[in-house]
């Protein structure tokens, strides 16, 4: 239980381009779901937290304009990387809290993002 | 902002050796989480520990959270190459609905010679 997919696992795009990246929660329903990017031998960096049906929360640093999060349903979260540039490549994570365990983050495979 | 620092960074190991990796809070932890990831992978989750002395098991793999709640120790006990990988370890800071966002320490990677 508690498996959470994103798609793509990964994307090539020119500069200038905008991305959409899914994370879907597959067997439990989502009221919260979490974006992290992480460069090459790094940690992860929390981007934002999204709420079901509300605004998301970005972090201090973090674009809102650039990255775009719709959490539109109890299994579904997406992030539009917006015009993207080159330093926008990266590895993109999502993660999910199920209402029946609010302790456990539930991670997806990733999105590996390659821009020109 | 909580702070978390992995040591060591990257350990090497020959199969069938036990392990430690440490992890070290700046604040009072209220919750820590040790996950291991694939390079180029999501995360796997592992265990969560929140009270202070607590130590779960799970297979091979011990953690603990020792009594002022500040430092986690991962301990591998015979370890085979199917642990190699990126071991990270997680803190939560406050609690309740979307305030379970966690802070990272920059990960400890295993590798594990046959």
């Known amino acids: 239980g508690a498996v959470v997919s994103q798609h793509p696992s990964w994307v090539i795009c020119k500069s200038g381009t905008s991305v959409k990246i899914e994370c879907r929660s597959l067997?439990?329903?989502?009221?919260?779901m979490f974006w992290y990017r992480q460069f090459p031998k790094q940690s992860l960096m929390l981007m934002a937290t999204?709420?079901?049906?509300?605004?998301?929360?970005?972090e201090q640093g973090v674009e809102k304009d650039k990255f775009l999060i719709n959490h539109a349903s109890l299994t579904l979260s997406t992030l539009t990387v917006t015009s993207a540039h080159p330093e926008d490549s990266s590895f993109y994570i999502c993660?999910?809290?199920?209402?029946?365990?609010?302790?456990?983050?539930?991670f997806g495979p990733g999105t590996r993002l390659t821009v020109l | 902002s909580q702070e978390l620092e992995q040591s060591p960074q990257s350990l090497i190991v020959q199969e069938g050796k036990n392990l430690t990796i440490n992890c070290t809070s700046s604040?009072?932890?209220?919750?820590l989480y040790w996950y291991k990831q694939k390079y180029g992978e999501g995360l796997i989750f592992l265990m969560m520990?929140?009270?202070?002395?607590e130590e779960k098991s799970h297979e091979k793999i011990t953690a603990k959270l020792d009594e002022k709640k500040q430092q986690s120790s991962l301990h591998i006990t015979a370890s085979q190459p199917s642990h190699a990988g990126i071991y990270l370890c997680?803190?939560?800071?406050?609690?309740?609905?979307?305030?379970?966002?966690?802070?990272f320490g920059k990960g400890t990677l295993l590798t594990v010679n046959p």
């Open positions: 520990l929140q009270k202070g002395g």
């Open positions: 067997d439990f329903q989502a009221t919260t």
């Open positions: 999204s709420n079901e049906g509300s605004k998301a929360t970005y």
């Open positions: 993660s999910a809290l199920t209402s029946g365990r609010l302790d456990t983050q539930y």
């Open positions: 997680g803190a939560s800071s406050a609690g309740g609905g979307s305030n379970y966002k966690l802070t």
């Open positions: 604040k009072t932890l209220y919750g």
